[in-house]
Structures are given as C-alpha cells and as structure tokens.
C-alpha cells in the first residue's frame, strides 16, 4: 500500500514541475498578426522581422493628449536600449487622424529626440487585426511572436520594463 501511495506523490510532484518549466519555457497567448507598415521615411517594417526578439508596440494619436503626454518617456524608454524594440504606430486619415503628409509634418515640427520608430497604418487595418479600441493602447510581444500582454490607457516605463521582463 506504501508504494503506490508514495507513486501517486512522485508522479504528481513530476506532474507539477513539468507544469512550471513549460510556462516559464513559452510565452502564453495567440500569435502577433504579421504587418508590413512603411515608417515615417518609407522603410517597410514586417512584424516577422523582428522575430527572435521581444517587441513593445504602441498604438497612438497626434489629438490625444494622453499620448502626447507620454512621448517623452516612450524617448526615454527608447533610449534605454533595453533587449526589446520599440514600435509605435498611428493610422493616418483613420480615427480623426492627420492624414499622412500631415502627420509627417506635425511630428518633423514637434520636439523629440528619441529615435522612434513611428510606422503608418493608413486605414487603420493593423489597429483591428490587434483589436484595439482607444489610444493609447500597448501591446507586448514575446520573442516567439506571441501576444503575451495587451492594455489600453497610458502604461508608464516602470510598467512596461516590468512586464517585457516577465516573458522571454
């Protein structure tokens, strides 16, 4: 009787460490939509380019304050030179969005130092492949290519390191 007792412990120990590597081993959620965006000098950027590496992407607006707000940390971020990419997009003529030549003017007028990327998703089809709803929003990805986080509202770098920290 002892030794199937002690068994059925070993086996559901084994059970339960082989639980914890896998979770700390994958990143949990759907697949990042792939997309091919041109950045504000015309670069194409193809989400599966930065495979092998963790992306922070932030969907934002030149009329929202609360994003415009936050520009000067994201540069901070940036500049951080963390082991993550930083990308950000905006949907010009979308979402009473500038349309694009106006955009590029107004962010070539505004002062930033950082070197951001800022890719261009006219018409807005990236923002619903992501299912975003407000600006800004933020979504983390996993250098597997996977959605590990997504969050509406202003996310402040504290926040953002913590969480780009948590997944491989």
């Not at 299912?131 to 997504?150: C, F, H, L, Q």
């Amino acid at each position: 009787m002892k030794l199937p007792f002690r068994l059925l412990i070993l086996a559901a120990l084994l059970l339960a460490f082989t639980s914890c590597s896998e979770a700390l081993s994958e990143n949990r959620g759907p697949a990042a939509p792939d997309f091919a965006l041109p950045d504000l000098n015309g670069t194409v950027h193809h989400l599966d380019d930065y495979r092998g590496k963790k992306v922070y992407l932030l969907f934002w607006a030149s009329w929202c304050s609360i994003c415009l707000s936050g520009l000067n940390e994201m540069e901070e971020l940036i500049e951080s030179e963390e082991d993550f990419t930083v990308l950000t997009v905006v949907s010009p003529g979308t979402y009473a969005e500038r349309n694009a030549n106006e955009f590029k003017a107004w962010f070539s007028s505004i002062d930033h130092d950082g070197d951001f990327i800022v890719l261009l998703d006219e018409g807005g089809e990236v923002y619903g492949q992501y299912e975003m709803e407000a600006y800004p929003s933020s979504v983390w990805i996993g250098s597997d290519g996977r959605i590990t986080e997504r969050r509406t509202g202003h996310v402040t770098n504290y926040e953002i390191l913590e969480l780009m920290n948590s997944i491989r």
